[in-house]
């Protein structure tokens, strides 16, 4: 789950509820642990404790933001998170730029190259961009085509290409160096054979095929509200994007933010019923990141900090406040706590909930795609001590 640098911790996470907006059963009040670090195989390095969690949808990872050689991933034989050496991050602290279709897309902060995994625990150099310039911002990767993508925040080097394997290191190609046919990107996401992105500057969007990624067409331009656009997501062939304005009155920002959803072609936009009235900096707002498809119940799920909300079709979506119920106790952090899976399924961690009254409840949690941790099935209802 996305959540912003006032919780600290990219791993805050909470739950009272599950399915159709309805509560399946009665919450008790929840005591939470803190997790931290070393709770992933990690020892401190300095004062960095940041860890963030991101699942390509075969693999696991923990990645700890720290100039360290190593990598922390799911072992699912031995239900425990398992620290191995990756020599790549001793150069720089590493940066997950894409998670999905089985593969991780990461760079080494401050260096041109592009490390890959499948797997989590074997780290490809996959490549470098030769002339790139300033920071690599992001990247996408479609594994049916085997081409990958990454921007740059420079409009000279604004994307590179690749079509050899991620196991070889290879030169990745240049395109835009005329510095006007194609544009730097703040955020990328691959959809159904296109790679979508929303162009630095937050104002527009366009589309390349993963076949052809050196020719990029405007389909979103910018419009005169000055209409601006984050966080582009593919989930489950759905294509959501955050779109916001905002008013700036004697220094105070009002931000206004709608959830939508986009054709295919990414050339249409469509509301759907989720927005928020406010800080842009708030948990509250309806984030792409937080968007999950729950396959066993055949729809989508977005967490909030004080609700849950669930969808059919992404366009409309109905809520369940976490304060709807006297019987719920929760603030704004709420660490996850992660223990091994006590349970044989496939990409789950379990999460160890303290009850206060006479139920008990287990809560089962899976990583999510892009590199945070969700709810994914309340799998025991509460159920009275005997």
Known sequence: MSYDHIFNNTLA?????GGRGEVLFTIPTLSWTKKYYNN???TQYGSEKQINVYDNGNAQIAVYYAKTPYMSYWNKTTKQWTVVSVPWWSYGQPEILYAG???FIAKILGLANVIASFDGI???NAGYCPGAYNAMTCGAYDMARGSGIVSWWYYKSPVYYSFDSLEERTAWTLVGEDGTSVPIFKYLTTHKGNFVGVVGGD???AIASSASPGLWTTTIPEDVNDTRYMFIRSVNDVLFVMKFNYTNVGGDYTYYVKLCVMSDDATQITETNLSWVGDLANNNIPNPRNIIWMEDWGKFALLKESMLCVSNDGLY???VSSRASPQVSMTPLMVLCIFPVTVSMPRQVAMCITLRTKTRLRIMIRTLLTGRLFIYKT???ARKRT
Request: proline share 0%; aromatic share 30%.
């Open 101 to 103: 279709g089985g593969v």
């Open 40 to 42: 992933f195989g990690y």
């Open 317 to 319: 979506w109905e809520g």
């Open 122 to 124: 074997t780290w490809h």
């Open 379 to 381: 799998f025991m209802k």
């Open 203 to 205: 104002k527009s969007i």
């Open 13 to 17: 996470i909470w739950t009272t509820f």
